[in-house]
């Protein structure tokens, strides 16, 4: 009996935590919203006051609630000490009786049943300490989720900061400009106005110190105007002295004539023999050379593809809008301005946000200054290769990949913040849209490949689509996400209602492995060394780029002005693409010793891209400004 009314009152003490807490977080909650108002503006004195004295109730709870848990190890501590006595009374009386045994088979019996008795209550004793245990783990854990809250508020007063000093910056620039402008206009001379009737002494020398006060302004923006043109100047001089890896040549292209002019002369002497192929053209495996000859003889071309077109054939596959001819017209020069060996390992994954780029490797990513490609710090991050990894802008946030965990950091302290899991394979693409993050990747079982997240409410997923199906790249335009399947397919889900929508006809012939948006309108690359091309507002196909790399297409980007679209190849080389319908490749950009696995762009004014491979490098691309950037050659 005593047992029981102690196990009463431990549960007692239980329920009073469980609603301290639940006070606690309300109490928090309310702390953050006020501090908010306050940090935008909105607050008053009274909305101050109010947080001050939410603070102190919050010191009160977190004293009751350390009360509370000592009483409640005392109560558990107490129960342990009432089930010790216990299971010695019991030895005891069963001793006792053991004074009344006379045979051999009551001694027997009698020790059985203390055996039994004995580990009755020693497991009876480990249930109870594995609860004690669960208990103190349950304390860990809200000690950690009150550290937890103290660190996001911090994180939030920085970022409220930092967002005042954004502020306060623009409006200084735009008061330079201002200054700027008015220096300009008056030829470096500030006309103040003057008042032409008889002025007093005193009006005079306010007139001399607002002349002499504007004068000494203009004087330090000149020399702010200086030193920066100064720094520019050398950051210029150092990207100049970078050498160029040297393009390799290309390939002789005399057999390829040579081969062509005989297939026409055998064609042409077989001409009355019927053709029994029926598997359809063979395409090539290799790449077209960069330019393809113009002059080559053409009189007996359709003889040529009357005996390569298959007659008839149900299992001939559809290649779908092909234009092959002259796809390269390579005019462009790209220079390499940095190569730097980034990590220890392949680099899988990267992002880049104003002037810092972040890439991801093994266990670890890393933080670069776009300024001097210097880094500025790396992060453990997880036990292996980070595939995938996106950085949202409103928040602050980076979120990175690696096997099925998906990991939040904060972009100022560099702290893991949260942990989203779901997938139950490999998360190969993360891709945020409308303040929702959608991530994809391989699936097992009955598990889905796609899941949706609204960080703002809950760290479990809203939504899960596409089971059974492994998912490589994902893209977004407007209300409609974009995924490249292990199917040959580009499919297509609605965003506001999560509905799937017809996939793009017709497919790869493998595996899609990346997607990105160009001049309204989807192009996906994949295993099977091709580009294709979508209409984004209807099924319209483009030309496909058959054969566009000698071997994968793992990545694609687009620049932030659209004007061309770049494919990085397993082969170690990237290719620029251009062209209102038909894409041309107008730039071929070799450097990496083994494959290119993740491609980005740079908000620049001219096009700079960076890219890092299987070889461990980084590597920062500019096009040369006398090949200039100009799309009117292919928009034919």
Same mark, same amino acid.
């Given at each position: 009996?005593?047992?029981?009314?102690?196990?009463?009152?431990?549960?007692?003490?239980?329920?009073?935590?469980?609603?301290?807490?639940?006070?606690?977080?309300?109490?928090?909650?309310?702390?953050?919203?006020?501090?908010?108002?306050?940090?935008?503006?909105?607050?008053?004195?009274?909305?101050?006051?109010?947080?001050?004295?939410?603070?102190?109730?919050?010191?009160?709870?977190?004293?009751?609630?350390?009360?509370?848990?000592?009483?409640?190890?005392?109560?558990?501590?107490?129960?342990?000490?009432?089930?010790?006595?216990?299971?010695?009374?019991?030895?005891?009386?069963?001793?006792?009786?053991?004074?009344?045994?006379?045979?051999?088979?009551?001694?027997?019996?009698?020790?059985?049943?203390?055996?039994?008795?004995?580990?009755?209550?020693?497991?009876?004793?480990?249930?109870?300490?594995?609860?004690?245990?669960?208990?103190?783990?349950?304390?860990?854990?809200?000690?950690?989720?009150?550290?937890?809250?103290?660190?996001?508020?911090?994180?939030?007063?920085?970022?409220?900061?930092?967002?005042?000093?954004?502020?306060?910056?623009?409006?200084?620039?735009?008061?330079?400009?201002?200054?700027?402008?008015?220096?300009?206009?008056?030829?470096?001379?500030?006309?103040?106005?003057?008042?032409?009737?008889?002025?007093?002494?005193?009006?005079?020398?306010?007139?001399?110190?607002?002349?002499?006060?504007?004068?000494?302004?203009?004087?330090?923006?000149?020399?702010?105007?200086?030193?920066?043109?100064?720094?520019?100047?050398?950051?210029?001089?150092?990207?100049?002295?970078?050498?160029?890896?040297?393009?390799?040549?290309?390939?002789?292209?005399?057999?390829?004539?040579?081969?062509?002019?005989?297939?026409?002369?055998?064609?042409?002497?077989?001409?009355?023999?019927?053709?029994?192929?029926?598997?359809?053209?063979?395409?090539?495996?290799?790449?077209?050379?960069?330019?393809?000859?113009?002059?080559?003889?053409?009189?007996?071309?359709?003889?040529?593809?009357?005996?390569?077109?298959?007659?008839?054939?149900?299992?001939?596959?559809?290649?779908?809008?092909?234009?092959?001819?002259?796809?390269?017209?390579?005019?462009?020069?790209?220079?390499?301005?940095?190569?730097?060996?980034?990590?220890?390992?392949?680099?899988?994954?990267?992002?880049?946000?104003?002037?810092?780029?972040?890439?991801?490797?093994?266990?670890?990513?890393?933080?670069?200054?776009?300024?001097?490609?210097?880094?500025?710090?790396?992060?453990?991050?997880?036990?292996?290769?980070?595939?995938?990894?996106?950085?949202?802008?409103?928040?602050?946030?980076?979120?990175?990949?690696?096997?099925?965990?998906?990991?939040?950091?904060?972009?100022?302290?560099?702290?893991?913040?949260?942990?989203?899991?779901?997938?139950?394979?490999?998360?190969?693409?993360?891709?945020?849209?409308?303040?929702?993050?959608?991530?994809?990747?391989?699936?097992?079982?009955?598990?889905?490949?796609?899941?949706?997240?609204?960080?703002?409410?809950?760290?479990?997923?809203?939504?899960?689509?596409?089971?059974?199906?492994?998912?490589?790249?994902?893209?977004?335009?407007?209300?409609?996400?974009?995924?490249?399947?292990?199917?040959?397919?580009?499919?297509?889900?609605?965003?506001?209602?999560?509905?799937?929508?017809?996939?793009?006809?017709?497919?790869?012939?493998?595996?899609? %492995?990346? /997607?990105?948006?160009?001049?309204?309108? =989807? #192009? @996906? !690359?994949?295993? &099977?060394?091709?580009?294709?091309? *979508?209409? +984004?507002?209807?099924?319209?196909?483009?030309?496909?780029?058959?054969?566009?790399?000698?071997?994968?297409?793992?990545?694609?980007?687009?620049?932030?002005?659209?004007?061309?679209?770049?494919?990085?190849?397993?082969?170690?080389?990237?290719?620029?693409?251009?062209?209102?319908?038909?894409?041309?490749?107008?730039?071929?950009?070799?450097?990496?010793?083994?494959?290119?696995?993740?491609? %980005?762009? /740079?908000?620049?004014?001219?096009?700079? =891209? #960076? @890219? !890092?491979?299987? &070889?461990?490098?980084?590597?920062? *691309?500019? +096009?040369?400004?006398?090949?200039?950037?100009?799309?009117?050659?292919?928009?034919?």
């Amino acid at each position: 009996e005593v047992t029981r009314a102690e196990v009463v009152e431990k549960n007692k003490l239980e329920n009073e935590i469980t609603a301290l807490n639940r006070k606690y977080a309300s109490f928090k909650l309310k702390i953050e919203r006020a501090q908010m108002e306050v940090d935008n503006g909105l607050g008053t004195e009274q909305t101050k006051q109010t947080i001050e004295e939410d603070k102190v109730n919050l010191t009160e709870i977190e004293e009751q609630l350390e009360t509370l848990e000592a009483k409640l190890s005392y109560k558990q501590q107490k129960l342990l000490e009432f089930s010790q006595e216990i299971a010695h009374s019991k030895i005891q009386d069963i001793k006792a009786m053991s004074n009344t045994i006379k045979t051999i088979d009551d001694s027997q019996n009698l020790i059985q049943a203390l055996f039994d008795e004995v580990m009755k209550k020693a497991s009876e004793c480990k249930a109870l300490t594995k609860e004690i245990q669960n208990k103190e783990y349950s304390i860990e854990e809200f000690k950690d989720s009150l550290e937890q809250a103290k660190k996001e508020r911090e994180a939030l007063v920085k970022q409220s900061e930092l967002e005042l000093n954004r502020i306060k910056k623009e409006f200084e620039d735009k008061e330079k400009y201002a200054l700027e402008q008015l220096e300009e206009k008056n030829n470096s001379h500030v006309i103040i106005p003057v008042d032409y009737s008889e002025p007093s002494e005193r009006k005079l020398e306010e007139l001399e110190q607002r002349e002499n006060e504007h004068l000494q302004h203009i004087q330090e923006l000149q020399t702010n105007l200086a030193s920066v043109t100064e720094k520019y100047n050398n950051l210029r001089g150092k990207w100049s002295e970078t050498k160029t890896p040297e393009d390799p040549k290309p390939r002789n292209r005399s057999s390829t004539i040579n081969s062509l002019q005989a297939a026409r002369e055998k064609a042409k002497n077989k001409k009355t023999q019927p053709e029994q192929n029926s598997k359809g053209p063979r395409r090539s495996t290799q790449a077209h050379p960069l330019k393809f000859p113009k002059n080559l003889p053409s009189e007996e071309k359709p003889d040529v593809w009357e005996r390569l077109q298959p007659k008839s054939s149900s299992r001939t596959r559809n290649y779908g809008n092909t234009e092959e001819a002259s796809l390269f017209d390579v005019k462009q020069k790209w220079t390499c301005l940095q190569s730097i060996e980034a990590h220890s390992g392949a680099v899988c994954s990267m992002v880049s946000n104003e002037n810092i780029l972040y890439t991801g490797s093994n266990k670890s990513f890393k933080l670069w200054s776009l300024d001097n490609m210097s880094m500025i710090s790396e992060v453990p991050a997880h036990s292996s290769f980070i595939r995938t990894m996106t950085f949202w802008p409103e928040h602050g946030l980076i979120i990175t990949a690696c096997s099925n965990l998906i990991n939040i950091w904060d972009a100022i302290s560099l702290q893991n913040i949260g942990s989203l899991r779901g997938h139950n394979e490999e998360v190969r693409a993360l891709y945020m849209q409308n303040g929702l993050l959608f991530s994809a990747g391989k699936s097992s079982g009955n598990g889905s490949s796609i899941f949706v997240w609204d960080l703002k409410k809950s760290q479990t997923p809203i939504a899960e689509k596409e089971k059974n199906q492994d998912v490589f790249s994902i893209n977004a335009y407007e209300d409609v996400l974009y995924y490249a399947s292990r199917n040959h397919r580009v499919g297509r889900m609605q965003i506001s209602d999560f509905e799937m929508l017809k996939p793009y006809e017709p497919p790869h012939f493998d595996t899609v %492995t990346s /997607l990105a948006i160009y001049k309204n309108s =989807i #192009v @996906s !690359g994949s295993r &099977d060394k091709n580009l294709r091309r *979508w209409e +984004l507002n209807g099924d319209t196909p483009f030309p496909t780029v058959l054969s566009a790399h000698n071997d994968w297409v793992n990545s694609l980007a687009t620049d932030c002005m659209g004007s061309a679209i770049y494919s990085a190849g397993k082969e170690g080389r990237i290719r620029v693409w251009r062209g209102k319908n038909t894409m041309k490749c107008v730039g071929d950009l070799a450097g990496h010793q083994s494959s290119v696995n993740c491609i %980005t762009t /740079l908000n620049y004014s001219q096009p700079v =891209i #960076v @890219s !890092g491979g299987t &070889d461990r490098l980084v590597k920062v *691309w500019k +096009l040369s400004e006398e090949t200039g950037n100009s799309s009117s050659d292919f928009e034919q």
